[in-house]
C-alpha cells in the first residue's frame, strides 16, 4: 500500500528524524505515534498542542477533587459525630456501672468524670469547626450504607483504649483537614 492511500492529506513536513518509512509524510499517523509516546513522557515534535494548556482543563480536574474533597470531609464529619455519640454512650454506661458498684475507684471515677468532660469539650470543638452532623447520632435511613464498626468492651481498660484511639485516629484526622481547609 503506497503513502498516499495511507495519508490522503498529502506530505507533511516531518519535524522528527529518523521515521519508519511508513509514518513519513502521514500527519494521522504521527498522531498517533506521538498519542503513544505521550504518557511515556518522550519528546514528540510535531505533537498537538498539550491539553494540560487549556486552564479549562485543569481546572475540570480542580473542581471534580474538590467535590470528592468536601464528600470525603462529610463523610469523615459523620463518622466523628457517630463515633462521639457511641462513646458518649458507652462511657455514660460505665459511669453507672461504677455508681452501682460496691468497689467504685476514686481515680477510676475521676477518669469516667474526665472522659465525659472531655467528648461534652470535643462535641464543642466540632460544632466551632463547623460542623454540623451532630443531628445525625447514630445510623438511619439518610446515613451512609458503610455501618458503623461497634466493640463490646468489658472493661473500661478497653472503652479508655478505644478513646485514645478514636482520637489519635478519626478525630485527628478530620479535625486536621476541616482546619486545613479553613472550616473555622
Known sequence: MSQHHLCPEGPAPVLMTHLPS???GCPASLLLLSLLLLPLGLPVSGAPPRLIC?????????????EAENVTVEQQALEVWQGLALLSEAILR??????N?????????????????????????????????????????TAPAIPLR???????????????N????????YTGEACRRGDR
Open 166 to 173: 478514636f482520637l489519635r485516629g478519626k478525630l485527628k484526622l
Open 54 to 66: 487549556d486552564s479549562r482543563v485543569l481546572e475540570r480536574y480542580i473542581l471534580e477533587a474538590r
Open 94 to 99: 460505665g459511669q453507672a456501672l461504677l455508681a
Open 150 to 164: 461497634t466493640f463490646t468492651v468489658d472493661t473500661l481498660c478497653k472503652f479508655f483504649r478505644i478513646y485514645s
Open 101 to 141: 458498684s460496691s468497689q467504685t475507684s476514686e481515680p477510676l471515677q475521676l477518669h469516667v468524670d474526665k472522659a465525659i468532660s472531655g467528648l461534652r469539650s470535643l462535641t464543642s470543638l466540632l460544632r466551632a469547626l463547623g460542623s454540623q452532623k451532630e443531628a445525625i447520632s447514630l445510623p438511619d435511613a
Open 22 to 24: 511508513f509514518l513519513e
